[in-house]
């Protein structure tokens, strides 16, 4: 028994690690003379950073209201779907339609532009949300401590728990080979892996990295997630972009462009998924680097 427990942690471990057995500084990622620019700001409270392919980035302005707004690869702001309020996470599926939560209409919906928006689960307040290749979602309720999923390809989309007891879930990740999704926790400093089963439930929970704290017993506010080519993955944090390698060990820590204020979204976007964007606070902030995120579709 002990050794099936075993054996499947180390299959967690092994399917994030991508092949890269080495320690992976920031100093692999950051490019010297390289800082963070401010792309958009004067806004309320921004979120839900999200990229498309060809390197388009997404946000809401999720205190303001306004929809969502698009910032394509020349810096161009444009309006990409007004008169939808509240979105605090979102990402493309492989259907081409945007995926956003909606906390406070209590929903999760599929979005396309000049359309009426789909309501694919209703009656529960999403915080963050992840879609598969294969069309599965995953998405964090900070209220009620869990995480659920349903299957985008089954009639009747059925809702289920597949963990709980996590103190705050907030963001929610998936590793580039689509095994193994990623939970923060914005209250404790434990960024909780799951290996993803062919049913779409979830085993083999375990605590695979440590954030960083301000000091002892202080929140983390993990919250938004990130994974590039090499299966390094970033968490925003109270202290700033968290960065860990594969393995789960600790990186380094890029500070936020506005220290004072909430750092809650990142992605890889803009020309071949080579730039870091974070939401934080009132404004949205890039910085160039030498990793690259990963499309999946």
């Avoid at 220290?259 to 404004?283: M, Q």
Wanted: aromatic share 10%; net charge positive.
């Amino acid at each position: 028994m002990y050794k099936r427990i075993f054996g499947l942690l180390l299959a967690v471990v092994f399917s994030s690690c991508i092949g890269f057995a080495q320690d992976i500084s920031l100093g692999h990622v950051l490019i010297d003379g390289e800082d963070w620019e401010k792309v958009v700001g004067d806004m309320q409270f921004c979120d839900a950073c999200c990229t498309d392919g060809a390197g388009n980035f997404y946000y809401s302005d999720v205190g303001g209201g306004g929809g969502i707004r698009k910032v394509d690869t020349s810096g161009k702001v444009s309006n990409y779907i007004s008169d939808i309020a509240g979105i605090s996470g979102m990402q493309f599926g492989p259907d081409g339609r945007l995926y956003a939560c909606q906390g406070r209409a209590r929903r999760i919906i599929a979005l396309r532009p000049g359309t009426a928006p789909d309501i694919i689960v209703s009656g529960v307040r999403p915080n963050d949300l992840v879609v598969t290749a294969d069309g599965n979602i995953y998405f964090t309720e900070t209220s009620t401590r869990r995480v659920y999923h349903t299957n985008l390809n089954k009639k009747g989309r059925r809702l289920r728990i597949v963990a709980k007891d996590i103190a705050k879930p907030n963001g929610i990740a998936i590793s580039a080979d689509g095994g193994t999704l990623l939970v923060s926790d914005h209250m404790d400093k434990e960024i909780w892996f799951f290996r993803i089963e062919e049913d779409g439930s979830l085993g083999c929970r375990s605590p695979y990295a440590s954030l960083r704290l301000r000091a002892r017993f202080h929140p983390s506010k993990g919250d938004g997630m990130e994974i590039d080519e090499m299966g390094c993955f970033y968490v925003t944090s109270d202290l700033g972009l968290q960065m860990f390698d594969p393995t789960g060990r600790m990186s380094g820590v890029m500070h936020a462009p506005q220290p004072g204020k909430p750092l809650v979204s990142v992605v890889f976007s803009g020309r071949e998924l080579g730039y870091i964007y974070v939401a934080n606070g009132d404004a949205i902030y890039r910085r160039k680097v030498k990793a690259k995120g990963v499309w999946q579709w």
